[in-house]
């Protein structure tokens, strides 16, 4: 036998030795052990069925909807601001499980309740009433809605009061949302009013500034008439001035090919001529040649000079033109520009008039809304309840059986701790560590 064999041996031995002496010392005490756990659960016993009085619970549920909120059409950027601005003034307060709970555990409804039922003031404050009331939410995530259900606990030794208390909680806290929704949608619809008030009167003096503008007596639209009419003629002008520009450039070369036979023509030349004595003389005469040429020569010409002046002519009536167009466009542009800022501020006033009486519609329309009939649903109202829910008696006295069994036992070992004592024969043997020789026996 090696020695791991020899030391599993006497740690067996050890324990058995142990748990020997903790069997011996439970047995010792048995009785304290069983009178300490007896005096518990009778205790227990007592306070539960003759000391603590009933508890009752009534519970009520709700049904949670949140509402939707109404969508706003938007027209420019600033209407997106300004209707960002608005919704967040007249938005209804988001019915999450969290600001549910914490509205319901009002002190202002807990108030009400007291009030409404009569309850005595003094004994019912909204801290006593918060001890008495247990809220709790819970929301179905698998639901195509935004529904959650809040039950609302009263507990009271009074079944049909602490009904009563949890049914007035429930109707007082729906007139309660609905009384502050109104108040919200009254100061979000006086706030509305005044904008639109404002927006009409923007509307209507930029309506008069822009119809005073185009009365008058060169106005834009007078301008753009005038501008069209002068465009119009000058291109005429233009049109007529290029078909003259041809003319003149033919006239040009056929006044130079003139200008040429004429140059290569000889301006006399001789003929023979009959004389009265019947001889025949060379005499000099104009070509009649050179002559023709001459005339369509200086007639080209005159049609050349003719052309050159018409062409100065248009030349400056379409410089007179450009000018005057040049006058006008720097005024239609002036007044264009005058013009279209009327009509944006104008544009811009329009919408915004329309985006503040549609909000206007819709805030009048959610102030008739009762919220707290809209998107509350009373699924069970609260009634008496028949059994109590404390004290729980069983629990009560189990428990107090097993921290009776605990305390006993842990008294038993400090006091065969404190025992010193000895009183067996394997008492000498444990304590002395010597064999018991033999006993005397009492007389």
């Not at 206007?360 to 009373?378: A, E, M, N, P, W």
């Not at 701790?417 to 067996?424: G, P, Q, R, V």
């Amino acid at each position: 036998m090696n020695h791991e064999d020899i030391d599993t041996i006497q740690d067996r031995d050890t324990i058995e030795i142990d748990l020997r002496e903790i069997i011996a010392v439970l047995k010792k005490w048995r009785w304290l052990i069983a009178l300490v756990t007896a005096l518990s659960v009778l205790s227990a016993g007592i306070i539960s069925f003759f000391i603590l009085p009933p508890v009752f619970e009534a519970t009520t549920t709700l049904m949670v909807q949140q509402a939707n909120q109404p969508q706003t059409r938007y027209y420019t950027e600033e209407d997106i601001q300004l209707g960002e601005a608005m919704a967040e003034m007249s938005r209804l307060p988001a019915l999450t499980i969290n600001n549910v709970v914490r509205q319901i555990k009002n002190p202002e409804i807990m108030k009400r309740v007291v009030k409404e039922l009569k309850l005595d003031p003094e004994l019912y404050t909204p801290e006593a009433m918060l001890e008495m009331i247990e809220v709790e939410g819970s929301t179905n995530p698998n639901a195509k809605d935004a529904s959650s259900m809040v039950d609302i606990k009263v507990q009271h030794t009074d079944p049909r009061l602490a009904a009563r208390i949890a049914n007035s909680i429930r109707e007082n806290y729906l007139a309660f949302v609905s009384e502050k929704n109104t108040e919200q949608m009254a100061k979000s619809a006086t706030f509305l009013s005044q904008q639109l008030a404002e927006a009409e009167k923007k509307v209507d003096k930029l309506s008069d500034e822009l119809k005073k503008f185009d009365e008058q007596p060169r106005g834009v639209l007078f301008l753009e008439k005038e501008i069209q009419s002068k465009l119009d003629t000058l291109n005429q002008y233009r049109a007529k001035a290029n078909e003259l520009s041809v003319e003149y450039e033919k006239a040009l070369a056929a006044q130079k090919v003139l200008e040429e036979k004429l140059s290569e023509t000889p301006q006399l030349i001789k003929m023979n001529k009959l004389q009265v004595d019947g001889t025949v003389a060379q005499v000099e005469e104009i070509n009649p040649v050179y002559t023709s040429l001459s005339e369509a020569l200086n007639q080209k010409t005159t049609e050349v000079t003719e052309m050159e002046a018409q062409l100065g002519v248009l030349g400056m009536m379409t410089a007179s033109l450009e000018e005057e167009l040049n006058s006008l466009q720097a005024e239609y542009t002036d007044k264009k520009t005058k013009r279209d800022r009327i009509v944006q501020e104008l544009d811009l006033a329009n919408n915004t008039y329309k985006l503040l009486s549609e909000k206007s519609v819709q805030t009048r329309i959610t102030k008739s809304v009762d919220l707290g009939q809209t998107s509350f649903i009373t699924v069970a109202a609260a009634e008496p309840p028949s059994e109590p829910v404390k004290p729980r008696k069983v629990l009560n006295m189990t428990v107090a059986a097993v921290l009776g069994l605990m305390v006993s036992v842990m008294l038993a070992f400090v006091l065969n701790y404190l025992d010193n004592t000895i009183k067996t024969q394997d008492d000498v043997q444990r304590i002395l560590g010597l064999p018991v020789i033999g006993t005397v026996p009492e007389r």
